[in-house]
């Protein structure tokens, strides 16, 4: 399962992001692949087309203009929103 984290956040927070969604999902039994980019400079369609994520976990409160499930990611930065939510939200759209 390939997945977009897709933020403002630095390359150092990004690969911890990465690190915490693989680390949580392997739990459960799923193995995804990252792409991080940022939200700010990066084009997003131009991402989906050559990646071809399955997700996006957004990193921010940005609108979106894509047809690929989004899922709320800021629990990952904040963990006392719950960065379990994340995860289990991943894993339900793991193919």
Request: net charge positive.
């Amino acid at each position: 399962m390939k997945i977009l984290i897709l933020g403002g956040t630095s390359n150092t927070k990004a690969d911890k992001l990465s690190k915490q969604l693989i680390d949580g999902c392997r739990k459960k039994g799923v193995e995804v692949e990252i792409i991080t980019a940022n939200i700010f400079t990066s084009d997003l369609k131009a991402i989906e087309q050559k990646e071809k994520p399955d997700v996006i976990v957004l990193v921010g409160t940005k609108k979106l203009d894509t047809t690929l499930p989004v899922i709320n990611g800021l629990p990952l930065v904040y963990p006392w929103m719950g960065a379990d939510k994340v995860i289990d939200e991943v894993v339900k759209y793991n193919k």
